[in-house]
Structures are given as structure tokens and as C-alpha cells.
């Protein structure tokens, strides 16, 4: 028997359901195999595709590497994790879902703080001033240097942030923070705002897949079918 194409969701949260909304329309609903909880599926309707059931980061690492064939998960988080998206995963189509913007923010009273060139002048003061260079909080590693690069933002330091990044600034970790949002109500709270040219990446749920595995008809038949559902609204 052929090997099974393995098709990525995420585990849980709004994508999970969100992504299993479309592939139902699609006339692919996601059957889970055993209990409501386990984390592998069968998906009707096309013979020989398995579904298994990640976090959307690990599904962004699993398509560069080939050991899932197709997957949703974020555009975020795809820019991230894949190197200069090095061609071993295309994005096939945006689901329309799982929007947020990845943004640079920094602290509302940065009265004289508005772009990325005024954060540039403002770091350079402030190594003069503290000795140190200024913190940027974040888990989007990667995306933040290469946007830092591109608008000649020098002088500047990542502390990684694992969760609650917007909680940095007030917490003393970093004065400037790289995360998403979605509503802005949690960059309100944290009394921070978006650079008038802070916005990286409007990023939302995407089907990717892993370049090789196009050449597989059950792929492309997936491929299709979601595309369908999703020109139709
Ligand atoms: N309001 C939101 N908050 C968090 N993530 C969101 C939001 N809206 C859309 N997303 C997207 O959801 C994806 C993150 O999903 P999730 O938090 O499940 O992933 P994860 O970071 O891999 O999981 P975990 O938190 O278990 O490590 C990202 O692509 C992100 O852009
Ligand atoms: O702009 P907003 O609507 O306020 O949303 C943005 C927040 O939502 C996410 O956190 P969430 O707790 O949802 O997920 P996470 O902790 O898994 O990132 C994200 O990390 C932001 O903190």
C-alpha cells in the first residue's frame, strides 16, 4: 500500500476549528481516530490521508522538513521558522482565518517615538545615555531581525520573550516588544503602541505544503477542493 499523505492541523483553539470548518465544506470532514483528545485523524473523502493533530508552531518546522505534507498554520509563523522561505514549503492558499499583525510597539510615553527611524535615533541615545542597548522583547526571533535590518535599525538587543511579551516593557525586561495582535486590546492595557511603519506582517491561516509532496495527487486534490471552498466564501 502506498505511504499515507499526512495532512497538519493545529491542536486546539480557534485554528483547530476553524480549519476543520473549511476541510468539512470541502467534503473532507476530520474524523478523529479513538477519543476526542488523541491526536491523529483520518480525513473522508480522499483514500490514504492521515491527519495529525500539532501545535502550529511544530507544523511550520514539520513542512520545511517533509514529515507532514500539507498543514495550516500561520503565514507568522512560517516566516519565522522557515529560512528566508527557502522554497522547500509553498503556500497554497490564505484561509481567511487567524488574522493578526506581527508589529513592532513600543511605550505609549515615547512621546518622540512614532517611526522605526525615530527608534533608531532614540537607541543610539540610549546607549549613550545607560551604556546598554535597548531590549526587544519577542518569540519571532528571526522576523524581527530581518525587519530591524531592512528599516537600519542598529543597536538594538532580542530577549527572547516565551509568553505575556507585552508584559516586558512594564516588567522592566525590554523597552520594546515584537508580537501580534489581533484586537490591540492587550497593547491598550500594557499602555503601548505600534510604530506608524511598525507593522511587519499581516499574517493569517494558511494551507502550505511541503514542495515535494505536490507531486502527489492527494495533495493536489486537497489542495483543490479547499481552493474551491474558499473562492466560493
Ligand atoms: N489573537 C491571537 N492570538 C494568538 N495567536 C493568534 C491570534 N490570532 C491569530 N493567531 C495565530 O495563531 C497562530 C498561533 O497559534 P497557537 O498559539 O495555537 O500556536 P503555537 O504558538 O504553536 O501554540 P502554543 O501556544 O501551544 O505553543 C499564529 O499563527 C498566530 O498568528
Ligand atoms: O490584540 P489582542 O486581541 O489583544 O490579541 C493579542 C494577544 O493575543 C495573543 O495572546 P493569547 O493569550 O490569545 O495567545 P498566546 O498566549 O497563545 O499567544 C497574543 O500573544 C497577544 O498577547
Known amino acids: 500500500m502506498a505511504e499515507p499523505l499526512i495532512v497538519a492541523l493545529p491542536s486546539k483553539g480557534r485554528l483547530m476549528e476553524q480549519a476543520a ?3 468539512e465544506k470541502a467534503g473532507l470532514a476530520v474524523e478523529r481516530i479513538g477519543a476526542a483528545r488523541t491526536y491523529q485523524g483520518r480525513l473522508n473523502g480522499v483514500d490514504g ?3 495529525a493533530f500539532l501545535s502550529a508552531t511544530e507544523i511550520a518546522h514539520m513542512l520545511r522538513e517533509g514529515t507532514v505534507h500539507l498543514g495550516v498554520t ?3 509563523l512560517l516566516d519565522e521558522h522557515i529560512a528566508d522561505r527557502d ?3 509553498d503556500i497554497l492558499h490564505h484561509m481567511g482565518f487567524g488574522h493578526a499583525d506581527v508589529i513592532v510597539a513600543v511605550p505609549q510615553c515615547w512621546l518622540d517615538v512614532a517611526t522605526m527611524a525615530d527608534l533608531d535615533e532614540v537607541s543610539v541615545a ?3 545615555r545607560h551604556g546598554r542597548r535597548v531590549r526587544v522583547a519577542t518569540k519571532y526571533l528571526n522576523v524581527t531581525r530581518r525587519f530591524f535590518a531592512e528599516k537600519g535599525v542598529r543597536g538594538y538587543r532580542i530577549v527572547e520573550s516565551l ?4 508584559g516586558a516593557p512594564a516588567a522592566g525586561t525590554a523597552e520594546v516588544i515584537v508580537d501580534i ?3 490591540g486590546a492587550t497593547l491598550k492595557a500594557n499602555h503601548l503602541k505600534i510604530l506608524d511603519d511598525g507593522v511587519i506582517l499581516r499574517s493569517q491561516a494558511v494551507l502550505a505544503a511541503n514542495r515535494a509532496a505536490l507531486a502527489d495527487p492527494r495533495a ?3 489542495a483543490r477542493r479547499v481552493g474551491e471552498v474558499l473562492a466560493a466564501g
Open 163 to 166: 509568553g505575556a511579551t507585552e
Open 181 to 183: 495582535t489581533s484586537t
Open 21 to 23: 470548518g473549511v476541510l
Open 74 to 76: 500561520g503565514e507568522d
Open 126 to 128: 540610549f546607549h549613550a
Open 87 to 89: 522554497g522547500a514549503v
Open 49 to 51: 490521508v492521515e491527519v
Open 220 to 222: 493536489t486534490e486537497i
